[in-house]
Nanobody
Framework: VQLQAYGGGLVQPGGSLSLSCAAF????????VGWFRQAPGKEREFVAA????????YYANSVKGRFTISRDNAKNTVYLQMNGLTPGDAAVYYC???????????????WGQGTQVTVSS
């Protein structure tokens, strides 16, 4: 499975951005998909994840209530809707796929290339 994350860009504080993670080359619908982010000089951190059924979602406390993860298995795509963005959300965002849910990056076997999110006025 190959993943491609896109949708990043520059947004003002308080603004919104929607990221997409498209899967190619395999039955991605059976995977749990997670979003992670990494800011300069910081470790990669968990943002959100969704099980393959879409019935269970998980969020980091820092984004709960502001970000929403969803998926469309027919399109092999997972989305991350980000609202109320702050400069603290600025990072490279990565999507990843694994066989089960975890907040640990090491649990995920497949990774996209990342998309930059910049929050600045």
């Amino acid at each position: 499975v190959q993943l491609q994350a896109y949708g990043g860009g520059l947004v003002q504080p308080g603004g919104s951005l929607s990221l997409s993670c498209a899967a190619f080359g395999g039955p991605s619908s059976r995977y749990t998909v997670g979003w992670f982010r990494q800011a300069p000089g910081k470790e990669r951190e968990f943002v959100a994840a969704i099980r393959w059924t879409g019935s269970s979602t998980y969020y980091a406390n820092s984004v709960k209530g502001r970000f929403t993860i969803s998926r469309d298995n027919a399109k092999n795509t997972v989305y991350l809707q980000m609202n109320g963005l702050t400069p603290g959300d600025a990072a490279v965002y990565y999507c990843a796929a694994g066989s089960s849910y975890s907040y640990r990056a090491t649990n995920y076997d497949y990774w996209g290339q990342g998309t930059q999110v910049t929050v600045s006025s």
